[in-house]
């Protein structure tokens, strides 16, 4: 595996965000040392993931689920950045965890969906990201409302920050569904059309909340034109400290990304 200079990961990360399709994966959490560092190992085992991706800090709807293991957990990052060559992203959502993400060689950020439907919060993230050149992805905010997920890539964008991308990861509703967020493909494409050139990517794990039917949706957005996926993957998927349905093992990752019909040019 590659060794990397994290102090020059620039072209790295450009050459990545420009890659179609664009593979992220990571635990839901970041939670030991040693499961990012394993789990990063094993992703880039697979020689088909292009940036790692953990929560470190997580908004939980409920109080007294795991928070996240907090900003401990960005030097693990960091160091499993140099021991693959992977290339990092992890989720902000205030202005002092852009500043701590910063701190720690972060790659690319990303806003959560919780945080997309909150123009103060977003606000707060935009502003700590004025005169920073980093890649921001803007997750769709809980609920079906375009026009906030659009204010919170202007806010975005009027802060400067010129490399902006979307990930889909379906809407909650209430009442059980199939889904844990429900797909609203309409909603993806509509966004799509309204911000043309924009680079979407798609969520099944948040979609699906389980790990059955994360193919056929990666698979549909990829018949749909997506950019590419963002999945999470844990070494030890049904122990993972959240999100334990959806997650799948690095392994299994690479099946799926075999086993998906991907775009002619893409492939
Ligand atoms: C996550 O990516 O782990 C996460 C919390 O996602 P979302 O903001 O889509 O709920
Ligand atoms: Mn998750």
Not at 47 to 73: H, M, N, Y
Not at 93 to 101: I, L
Not at 191 to 212: E, L, T
Request: a negative charge.
């Amino acid at each position: 595996m590659q060794a990397i200079d994290t102090n020059n990961t620039k072209e790295l990360v450009q050459s990545k965000w420009n890659k179609r399709p664009l593979i992220i994966s990571g635990p839901c959490s970041a939670e030991t040392e040693a499961q990012v560092l394993e789990t990063a190992q094993r992703l880039a085992a697979t020689g088909k993931v292009d940036l790692l991706r953990a929560g470190i800090w997580k908004p939980r709807t409920r109080p007294g689920s795991f928070e996240g293991i907090g900003t401990k957990g960005l030097p693990w990052m960091q160091q499993a950045k140099k021991a693959t060559g992977l290339p990092i992203t992890i989720e902000v959502a205030t202005g002092k965890q852009v500043e701590d993400a910063l701190h720690f060689d972060v790659d690319v950020l990303w806003i959560g969906a919780r945080t997309t439907v909150n123009p103060f919060s977003v606000q707060e993230v935009a502003d700590a990201l004025r005169g920073v050149d980093v890649p921001v992805l803007i997750k769709n905010p809980i609920n079906p409302d375009l026009e906030l997920w659009i204010g919170a890539v202007e806010r975005v964008a009027k802060a400067g920050i010129k490399q902006i991308g979307l990930i889909h990861r379906g809407f909650s509703a209430y009442g059980n569904t199939e889904y844990r967020n429900a797909p609203m493909w309409h909603l993806a494409i509509e966004m799509k059309r309204r911000n043309p050139g924009m680079m979407m990517i798609n969520d099944p794990s948040h979609i699906c909340g389980r790990r059955d039917i994360l193919m056929d949706v990666a698979q549909k957005a990829i018949d749909l034109d997506f950019d590419g996926l963002i999945i999470e993957s844990h070494i030890d998927p049904d122990n993972a400290w959240s999100d334990a349905k959806q997650q799948i093992t690095p392994e299994r990752l690479s099946e799926m990304l075999s086993e998906i019909v991907w775009r002619k040019e893409d492939s």
